[in-house]
Each structure stands twice: as structure tokens, then as C-alpha cells.
Nanobody
């Protein structure tokens, strides 16, 4: 079965950096869309970044030039490098996958990890 396990969250001061990781298993990782979403209390879940099977990426305007999504197909890993963190980046961050591998930026992601908390203080 599909399993996604996030790690790397924590508490940092504004301007700091964190690197989130997601270990994937139970499916053909290299042929699937991967993405990071986040959800802050009282707000809707937000698509942060996606990466397709060829390595093409999308980043939301709110994180562009600060965050970078990447994948390691050899080890079934997904990463999110987060730099210049802001208090508004505080949220639970989720790793997710969509198995068809098509239209990754807009895909209906349907498998989710448990999330990792990121807290940024001013």
C-alpha cells in the first residue's frame, strides 16, 4: 500500500531554513506526481509545490524563489528546501502523490502523509 512519511519540520526564527523530507513506498515512485501541500489553522489546504516525472516543477507564488521542491527517484525520496522562512509559512506540511503521473500541477492528489509541523517565529 502507498505510504508517505514526512520528516524535517520544526521551529525556526524568521529568515531561517528547513529541509523537509518524504519517504515514499508501496508504488512506482518514479512514474508518479509528487507534491507538497500545507495547511495553517483556520485556512484551506494550499498547494505549495509540485514535481512531475521528468523533474519539471511548479511553486506557488507565495513561496517562489524561497522554496525548492526536488525528488530522488533512486531512493524514493521527496524534498522541500525552505529558505528565508516567514511567520506566514507556519503550517502543517504534507507530502502527497498522484499515481497517474499526468498534469501534476493540477492533479487531484489522493494519497497523503501524516504531515510535519513547521513553525516560524518573528
Amino acid at each position: 500500500q502507498v505510504q508517505l512519511v514526512e520528516s524535517g519540520g520544526g521551529s525556526v526564527q524568521a529568515g531561517g531554513s528547513l529541509r523537509l523530507s518524504c519517504a515514499a513506498s508501496g508504488y512506482t515512485y518514479s512514474s508518479a506526481c509528487m507534491a507538497w501541500f500545507r495547511q495553517a489553522p483556520g485556512r484551506e489546504r494550499e498547494r505549495v509545490a509540485t514535481i512531475d516525472v521528468g523533474g519539471g516543477t511548479y511553486h506557488a507564488d507565495s513561496v517562489k524563489r524561497r522554496f525548492s521542491i526536488s525528488r530522488d527517484n533512486a531512493n524514493n525520496m521527496l524534498y522541500l528546501q525552505m529558505n528565508s522562512l516567514k511567520p506566514e509559512d507556519t503550517a502543517m506540511y504534507y507530502c502527497t502523490t498522484e499515481l497517474s503521473g499526468d498534469f501534476c500541477r493540477y492533479a487531484p492528489y489522493d494519497y497523503w502523509g501524516q504531515g510535519t509541523q513547521v513553525t516560524v517565529s518573528s
